[in-house]
């Protein structure tokens, strides 16, 4: 039978096969082929006697994160907060692109509007073509909206520590009694709650994994692809990709770039070509065999 991997932990794989979960192991060859089954595969599974069961087979995957160790996500939720502790914009863009060159899609998530109403960062992801929302699991704010968002999707949440993504997942589906981590006042960032990564099944039929925060999510720096590809995962420079004076053009100080003159123009967000600036440099910094 076929079923998705929910929970990988101390050698085992918990198969959800049409609402049954078969605890499992891994057959030898993913070993011999330096194959590792990953939360989210979709898989075919044998079933023991006893109840127990192995992976045979791990089917073609639509994408696949290695850290935390995800595979077919069709959505990641972004939840970013303007209020303690307050998000770096730059994490935002990093795990956004990562997203767009693995084909996923993104929504970001303003948590504790209640506290503090990033406005401006608001406008600018909106801007750029993400859905973007406001969010308040403390009231309720924009929950209705999120789960409407991720319904019958697979989903995984992502924020720096403390940002409140076991919260809205607790807001999303009463009784899941996510544990919750405080935030520390000294250091204004919250205490790692999430230890592995583990899938939730929602009433509304969304598929959702909560995650480690933007610490341990994929590289600590870059988005794993060649420096020319960096442009890519910046929506927003669409339009002006093919209007830049010179082919080849890096978008960073180039005479006659178009992407510079959308930037000065207020059409992209300084925020943004900053971010894309500063992955940009870092993708030049990989060797290419490491990239591979």
């Known amino acids: 039978m076929e079923g998705i991997i929910f929970k990988a932990l101390s050698g085992f794989y918990y198969v959800d096969c049409g609402g049954r979960t078969v605890t499992c192991r891994a057959r030898g060859k993913f070993r011999h082929e330096k194959i590792k089954p990953l939360v989210g595969d979709r898989v075919s599974v044998t079933v ?41 914009p ?7 692109a990562m997203a767009e060159r693995r084909g996923c899609e993104s929504v970001i998530c303003f948590n504790k509007w209640d506290l503090e109403q990033p406005q401006g960062l608001f406008e600018t992801y909106q801007k750029a073509g993400f859905p973007t929302l406001r ?4 009231n309720g704010e924009g929950i209705d909206a999120l789960s409407t968002l991720i319904a019958e999707k697979v989903c995984a949440f992502t924020g720096n520590s403390g940002v409140g993504k076991s919260s809205i997942l607790n807001a999303l589906e009463p009784g899941f009694h996510l544990q919750v981590g405080d935030v520390s006042d000294k250091l204004g960032r919250g ?3 999430t230890r592995h990564v583990e899938l939730y099944r929602l009433k509304n039929g969304a598929v959702v994994a909560d995650t480690p ?10 988005v794993g692809c060649a420096p020319e590809e960096v442009q890519y995962a910046f929506r927003e420079f669409a339009p002006y990709l093919d209007r830049c004076r010179f082919v080849g053009c890096a978008h960073v100080k180039e005479k006659g770039c178009a992407v510079l003159e959308a930037l ?4 992209i967000a300084q925020s943004r070509h900053d ?4 992955l940009y440099e870092q993708a030049k910094e990989v060797p290419e065999w490491e990239r591979k």
Not at 64 to 88: K, Y
Not at 90 to 96: E, G, S
């Open 135 to 138: 969010v308040s699991a403390e």
């Open 48 to 88: 023991q006697a006893d109840g127990s069961g192995t992976v045979d087979t791990v089917l073609p995957r639509k994408n696949e994160f290695q850290r935390p160790a995800v595979a077919n996500i069709d959505l990641l939720v972004v939840v970013a907060s303007g209020a303690v502790p307050v998000t770096d």
């Open 264 to 267: 000065a123009a207020g059409e």
């Open 90 to 96: 730059f994490l935002i863009d990093r795990v956004v």
């Open 275 to 278: 971010s894309y600036v500063r």
């Open 213 to 222: 925060g933007f610490s341990s999510f994929e590289e600590e720096t870059g």
């Open 191 to 193: 205490r790692h709650t």
